[in-house]
């Protein structure tokens, strides 16, 4: 042990040395290959603490940490080596070898780590969704976690405001549960016991419970609004940590370290004084700019950063990435509420600022994009002072938030070199001075209907939205109600992707060209509307996917194809709707039959990535009088162009009774095997396709021919110049995979 201990000092100095970053992760791997029992060796007689969770485990990390004596006395963690390698390298960066431990792990490696180190406590903090095409489905994290806590030993404090957390912790054998709150709800809207749906509407907010008797344990300790109630004591307590959410961290780690015998009000005095967690929530300074830098990797994070920033009115940088280390697919940035902001002038930037300027545009938040980072902090900054936010000489902060690659890149960059405000970029907007776009919400909204506002409605009886159409849908409409209503179909089930956007898209295309409009996002747990005009299913987990065709098999929305209904399913709903799809566990369950279409389970890996796919019969979309589609600026020929995200593991055959949507230039699409390869399937009213991203904020011209199927009328163009950035952005991406005007016809597998 000896040996592989000092080969991890050894390689982790020379991977510094070596300019390999902080060296950790490298000694450790060479520690394992010399000893695998090496982690185990290390925390034995020790007292060791871990944290896991999908957030705030750094944090934690950190805050738990600190109350034990700080990094001086406690082995710990460098953030996000969270790994066994990591923590090997942790264990040994303190020179007692004896001395306590807190350590943080990676959600998916706890069932081993704990296993091998044998904790005294476990922190598990929260379970949501993240970078959902590179780690797998959160319920089978929490199954993961479920069998960890039922062979630990360590006492497990856990948030017992997250389902998915108590259903896991309840297994373990000693549990001190924390009300530590929690405003992310969307990965456990139903119970992952028995699947029904979880009620959280208890007076206090924070209490949920299933009719299968799975509920919220009764806490020992709770967050209240600024202070820790442990057993019958209340301690106030102030963080230098901005955030709802830090607080929740601190609660946490307070709670852990009374368990190891550290008083708590002692513990959250230690913690009081952190005020940088390795750059988060730290504030920099570039040239005359200062910035304060908050991290947040997943839509969970990320809406607890809106609720934070929400209340202000300064100005706001918000970066996104899309690398190995992010996730290659920025669908969440629809199930993020950046409504919030609407107070706020946003620059968006990082390589996915285009999806961040379509989403933004929809939120109704005033932004701009700018390439490069810093300009972004510059021009943010210029922003704040042309709205009188600050005196002069009195600079205001501006607030940026990143997703991890574009956080840790601005983090090496900023201050570093003498800065250049009119750098030239390949931005549509002049990064010196940004020219910024609002456009008014189309709609209040609400928790589950929305109704359009009366600027929606006012129009009536003429110009584009006047219900003069001829088409098939307007006089079905328009002899019930004045307003184009759209559905998203079991938001609850079927919303992994950001796929909510669809909808608003849909709905927010038709109230910018004057058509009165309303947007219901049906849940499961009601009936679902049959006579609207429009319906979105989108994509969802294997047993949420099962339950929404259970659900519709009730003849809704067969009904409303009946009635000339005209509908947009993707990926799990556009499974859902065929013949037959792969349940549970890969079991064939029916399908509403609606589309004649068949789902077997895959035999290869996923098929995720980016697609691109020509559409083949645009006629199909749209009628005949509006000639071919053109979507954006790049098309080949008349026909069109759509590009997206795909992630699933269904193949899926079409039959005589239904057409493809599009054949495949890049990406997988319907089947490995299918040849030509093609991606969805259109059959009447009926428009199916794998791609989401959501597919509308990224092929506006489909979804216009999805609202001209449904209202019958030519529809007017609109401005159109950020989403067909996004375009030009994703299909200059996947050009060099398309032969210069002869597709190559993919064969995989
Ligand atoms: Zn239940």
């Not at 002692?266 to 200062?290: Q, Y």
Request: with cysteine.
């Amino acid at each position: 042990m000896w040996l592989a201990r000092g080969s991890v000092v050894t390689a982790g100095a020379i991977s510094r040395r070596l300019g390999l970053g902080a060296g950790s992760t490298v000694g450790g791997r060479v520690g394992i290959a010399i000893d695998p029992r090496l982690l185990a060796k290390l925390a034995a007689g020790r007292q060791v603490a871990l944290v896991s969770g999908t957030n705030g485990k750094t944090t934690t990390t950190r805050l738990l940490a600190e109350a034990l004596g700080g990094p001086g006395v406690v082995a710990t963690s460098l953030a996000g080596a969270n790994m066994p390698a990591g923590l090997v390298a942790a264990l040994c960066s303190t020179p007692a070898p004896t001395g306590p431990a807190v350590l943080e792990v990676d959600e998916g490696y706890l069932g081993d780590v704990d296993a091998s180190v044998r904790p005294r406590v476990v922190v598990a903090l929260n379970l949501s969704r993240d970078q959902l095409d590179r780690v797998g489905e959160v319920r089978m994290v929490a199954a993961r976690w479920r069998e960890a806590f039922a062979a630990t030993k360590a006492t497990v404090v856990a948030n017992c405001d997250d389902p998915l957390v108590a259903w896991a912790a309840i297994a373990a054998g000693h549990v001190v549960w924390v009300a530590a709150g929690g405003i992310w709800h969307a990965d456990a809207h139903h119970c992952p016991s028995c699947d029904a749906r979880v009620d959280f509407s208890a007076a206090d907010t924070s209490g949920w419970s299933c009719t299968c008797g799975l509920r919220r344990p009764r806490p020992e300790a709770a967050l209240t609004d600024h202070a820790l109630r442990i057993g019958d004591r209340t301690v106030p307590f102030a963080l230098a940590l901005p955030g709802r959410f830090n607080r929740a961290n601190a609660a946490m780690a307070a709670v852990a370290a009374s368990v190891l015998g550290i008083d708590a009000a002692r513990a959250l005095e230690a913690m009081s004084r952190v005020d940088d967690i390795a750059g988060r929530f730290a504030v920099v300074t570039d040239g005359s700019v200062s910035a304060r830098l908050l991290l947040a990797k997943n839509p969970a994070g990320w809406t607890e950063l809106v609720d934070l920033l929400a209340g202000g009115t300064g100005p706001l940088v918000v970066a996104v990435n899309a690398r190995d280390a992010d996730g290659h697919d920025p669908s969440w940035l629809w199930d993020v509420p950046f409504e919030r902001l609407g107070r706020r002038r946003v620059v968006a930037t990082g390589e996915r600022r285009d999806d961040l300027a379509v989403r933004l545009r929809h939120a109704g938040v005033a932004h701009a994009t700018v390439r490069d980072q810093i300009d972004a902090l510059h021009a943010a900054h210029r922003a704040g002072s042309d709205m009188g936010g600050h005196s002069a000489g009195v600079n205001a902060t501006v607030d940026y938030v990143g997703n991890y690659t574009a956080f840790q890149e601005l983090r090496r960059r900023v201050g570093r070199s003498p800065h250049t405000a009119a750098a030239p970029t390949k931005t549509l907007r002049t990064d010196a001075q940004p020219s910024w776009t609002v456009r008014t919400p189309a709609r209040p909204r609400s928790a589950d209907t929305i109704r359009p506002d009366s600027s929606d409605t006012t129009i009536s009886g003429s110009g584009p939205g006047s219900g003069s159409g001829s088409g098939p849908g307007s006089g079905r409409a328009r002899a019930r109600r004045s307003a184009l209503s759209v559905v998203v179909v079991h938001p609850d089930l079927l919303g992994t992707y950001g796929d909510g956007g669809n909808g608003v898209v849909l709905a927010d295309r038709a109230a910018w060209r004057g058509i009165p409009v309303e947007l219901v996002l049906a849940p499961s747990d009601g009936p679902l509307p049959r006579s609207a005009d429009l319906y979105c299913l989108g994509g969802g987990e294997d047993g949420p996917q099962s339950r929404s065709a259970t659900q519709l098999a009730d003849g809704s929305l067969e009904d409303a194809l009946a009635r000339g209904a005209t509908v947009l399913a993707v990926c799990a709903g556009f499974q859902i709707l065929g013949h037959s799809f792969p349940g549970p566990g890969g079991v064939p369950q029916p399908g509403l039959g609606l589309l004649d279409v068949a789902t077997v389970r895959g035999t290869g890996p996923r098929a995720v990535g980016e697609v691109v796919a020509e559409v083949l019969a645009p006629t199909a979309l749209a009628p005949t009088a509006l000639g071919p589609i053109t979507l954006g600026p790049i098309t080949l020929g008349d026909h069109a162009l759509l590009t997206g995200f795909v992630n699933h593991a269904g193949e899926t055959r079409i039959g005589p009774g239904a057409r493809p949507l599009a054949r495949l230039l890049s990406g997988d699409g319907n089947s490995r095997s299918g040849a030509p390869p093609a991606d969805g399937a259109v059959a009447g009213t009926v428009v199916a396709t794998y791609l989401h991203g959501p597919v509308l904020a990224r092929n506006p011209a489909l979804a216009d021919a999805l609202l001209s199927m449904a209202t019958g009328q030519v529809l007017e163009p609109l401005d159109d110049v950020e989403e067909d950035a996004l375009r030009v952005e994703r299909l200059r991406g996947s050009a060099r995979k398309i032969g210069a005007g002869t597709p190559r016809a993919r064969k995989i597998g």
